[in-house]
């Protein structure tokens, strides 16, 4: 099929189609005038693309996930790979509750300004507070770093 026909039926832009291609997640065949044609399996293709970005994976990761061929799928590598993302999600859920424990203290501790005291003096005031161990700050275990080095790398996280 051209690509027009695998945009109309996948849903996405035949750009992000020749941007799947070009960073090597879709292989096209290309006739004598230059056109791309896709085999039916580009379909599966691209929509296992869009289900593993929904689940958090990179197109890095995805590139190392899909085979070649997608009748020969190696069980045991992707079950591996996918409990390991559930492991990177619950470590960052575990920072991020950390984070807002921490913001709602810090919240607290702003809030508890005496009214005589203007924000400069308040701010002294929880940064010290803060420092002398006060008001705690969560730690960081050893899983939530590693996962912040790899979401590091991979860029910021996109929405939408």
Known sequence: MKIGELAERTGLAASRIRFYEGIGLL??????????????QA???LKL???????????????????????QWKHAS???TMRGKVQDIEALESRLAQSKAHLVALLAEIEAKPEEMDCTANA???LSRQHSGEVKTPALGAADVTTLRKAKRRGPLKRG
Request: a positive charge; hydrophobic letters at 40%; charged letters at 25%.
């Open 27 to 40: 292989k096209a065949e290309r006739q004598p005038n230059g056109y791309r044609t896709y085999s039916s």
């Open 43 to 45: 379909v599966v293709v």
């Open 49 to 71: 693309i869009a289900t593993a970005q929904q689940a958090g994976f990179s197109l890095d990761e995805i590139r190392t996930l899909l085979p070649p061929d997608l009748m």
């Open 78 to 80: 992707l079950m591996e």
């Open 124 to 126: 002294k005031r929880v």
